[in-house]
């Protein structure tokens, strides 16, 4: 089996990309019509990483960091799905509905169960969090983020409910 995991290269041309099949790509275009031939994932061209800044590379959140095509596909369409069923309007209603602050998970729960999804069908966090940005945008709401708990004068907090432990920060 030959392996098409697509790099970018330097070039005195300009943008260009090498394939590990030996293939040059003479543009980004190209190379993820390459990717997308060959069943990869055409956002990170198959390496399953995303580089946000030289030396900082994290998994790729179009493929879940699999590098792979399908994947990717499934993605987008969950994406596309969420964009339709959840609108401003719904993310609107339920936050109207908060007296004080509130959570984004809380928000992403309440949308969750007044639409019925069981968890995981759905990347309701990701388009909730994407809504509750445009809304602060708008001036709507403030987002902030708050400790757990103040240790003193000179130390927070913060409880990590995914992992169920504590870390502490000096401020």
């Known amino acids: 089996m030959t392996k098409h995991t697509i790099s970018q290269q330097n070039s005195i041309l300009g943008e260009a990309f090498a394939c ?15 990717a997308a031939e060959n069943n990869l994932c055409s956002v990170c061209l198959g390496s399953a990483e995303e580089e946000i800044a030289p030396g900082l590379a994290r998994g ?20 596309a799905e969420a964009e339709n069923l959840i609108t401003m309007s719904v993310v609107r209603g339920i936050v109207a509905r908060f007296d004080g602050p509130f959570h984004l998970s809380e928000i992403a729960d309440t949308v ?9 069908r759905l990347p309701v966090g990701p388009r909730v969090r994407d809504l509750l940005l ?3 945008a708008a ?18 907090l913060y409880r990590d409910p995914r992992w169920q432990r504590a870390r502490t920060l000096g401020l």
């Not at 590990?20 to 390459?34: F, N, P, Q, S, W």
């Not at 179009?62 to 994406?79: D, F, M, N, P, V």
């Not at 969750?112 to 995981?120: C, K, M, N, Q």
Request: a negative charge; glycine letters at 16%.
């Open 20 to 34: 590990e099949c030996g293939v040059i790509l003479g543009g980004r275009m190209t190379a993820e019509l390459h």
């Open 134 to 136: 445009q809304l602060q």
């Open 139 to 156: 001036g709507e709401i403030a987002m902030l983020s708050a400790p757990d708990e103040m240790l003193g004068s000179d130390m927070v």
């Open 112 to 120: 969750r169960a007044g639409l019925g999804l069981p968890a995981g």
């Open 60 to 79: 790729c959140p179009a493929c879940a960091g699999s590098g792979r095509r399908k994947e990717q596909i499934t993605w987008q369409l969950a994406y």
